[in-house]
């Protein structure tokens, strides 16, 4: 499950989970809902591979998120699905979504950069809660 909250000047996504790849999966769905207002008529019909390398479950985060954001920056491309795997410190990431088609798809900020600042991911008895802060 993922949020936003206010930031001066950006935009925040907190994530809960029961678990790491849940996390980073509502994380990559929050930074693309953070992009497009709907982003639930986003079509899964193409798709693209990544690999990010991190044990640091803040740094993992934070590259996943720049990761994606490169994505759509560079294709244009709305990702809706992930299928995550994670293994000796790599995530590797089948995703998939749609070109951006501005007569379908409702833009909501342009985000520009995953930050640092602010930046947390904790594991507790209650599982796994995270805070990123976006450059809008």
């Known amino acids: 499950m993922y949020e936003f909250f206010d930031h001066t000047a950006d935009l925040g996504i907190r994530v809960r989970s029961d678990d790491l790849l849940t996390l980073l999966n509502d994380a990559a769905r929050g930074l693309f809902a953070g992009i497009v207002e709907n982003l639930d008529d986003v079509q899964a019909v193409?798709?693209?591979t990544l690999s990010v390398e991190g044990e640091d479950p803040e740094y993992l985060l934070f590259d996943w998120l720049s990761e994606l954001l490169h994505v759509f920056d560079s294709q244009r491309l709305l990702l809706c699905e992930f299928d995550l795997q994670?293994?000796?410190?790599?995530?590797?990431?089948?995703?998939?979504?749609?070109?951006?088609?501005?007569?379908?798809?409702?833009?909501?900020?342009?985000?520009?950069?995953?930050t640092y600042h602010g930046l947390s991911v904790v594991h507790d008895s209650d599982g796994w809660t995270a805070e990123v802060i976006v450059d809008i």
């Open 46 to 48: 193409q798709q693209v």
């Open 86 to 114: 994670l293994s000796a410190g790599i995530l590797r990431a089948n995703c998939r979504g749609e070109p951006m088609d501005e007569s379908r798809h409702r833009m909501t900020h342009e985000i520009k950069a995953i």
